[in-house]
């Protein structure tokens, strides 16, 4: 049972490039959700999933894109990167929102703008 | 709107010490409280929650009661060990998607 596992672990872009940030999950799980990290700021929600096919936009949305497919697959779509990206970015994932269940994380995706 | 405030580190400690790692919160409502935690390289991993006021999380050694009086949910460890070197996050659920507000983390390293 691998969890959640995303790809690339590392990334430099140049300013004004795109890439997609992979997700997958093979837990079954409903619920997914995209996370940036940046120093000393905590955790930021960019997108979240609730079911394959349905994406709802977090605190910190633009520059970003998601699709959700697959209930397995939740890839993040940075269009025109500028440097205020850099940080890392978490994908998450649930069974449900209730209470007793918690959001599992992957390893994260360290990627630097420059 | 909801936030969550956390003391700052880095909190240096030596092995055996007690921990302690203060967490307010804002919030409408009674939200479900988490504290999670971060070793080196890896992602975030839930170490313990409460749902309700005056329930009380535990796991690992780690305890933290859900004070809603004082709008706290303080981390707290009795023994810690080097191996409990990592950034803790306390974070509330803001609303039945299962969304997550984090408090900005607070690194504790303890030494030998």
């Known amino acids: 049972n691998a969890g959640v596992t995303q790809t690339p672990k590392f990334r430099i872009l140049k300013i004004g490039q795109s890439m997609t940030l992979q997700c997958t999950q093979d837990m079954n799980h409903n619920y997914m959700y995209w996370y940036r990290q940046d120093p000393g700021m905590g955790l930021k929600l960019i997108y979240y999933?609730?079911?394959?096919?349905?994406?709802d936009k977090g605190e910190v949305p633009n520059g970003y894109n998601v699709s959700r497919s697959t209930t397995e697959d939740f890839p993040l779509r940075l269009e025109l990167a500028a440097p205020s990206q850099t940080s890392v970015y978490f994908c998450?994932?649930?069974?449900?929102?209730?209470?007793?269940?918690?959001?599992?994380f992957g390893p994260g995706t360290r990627l630097t703008v420059t | 709107g909801d936030s969550v405030t956390q003391m700052e580190g880095p909190v240096t400690l030596s092995e055996e010490a007690f921990l302690t790692i203060n967490c307010t919160y804002t919030a409408t409502g009674y939200p479900s409280l988490f504290w999670y935690v971060q070793y080196p390289g890896e992602g975030l991993q839930l170490l313990l929650k409460a749902t309700k006021a005056d329930d009380k999380g535990s796991n690992k050694g780690f305890e933290a009661t859900y004070r809603k009086e004082t709008t706290s949910f303080h981390l707290e460890k009795g023994s810690v060990q080097v191996s409990d070197s990592a950034v803790y996050f306390c974070?509330?659920?803001?609303?039945?998607?299962?969304?997550?507000?984090f408090g900005a983390g607070t690194q504790v390293v303890v030494t030998p």
């Open positions: 998450a994932s649930s069974r449900t929102s209730g209470d007793s269940y918690e959001q599992y």
């Open positions: 974070a509330l659920r803001r609303d039945s998607w299962g969304k997550l507000q």
């Open positions: 999933s609730v079911g394959a096919g349905i994406t």
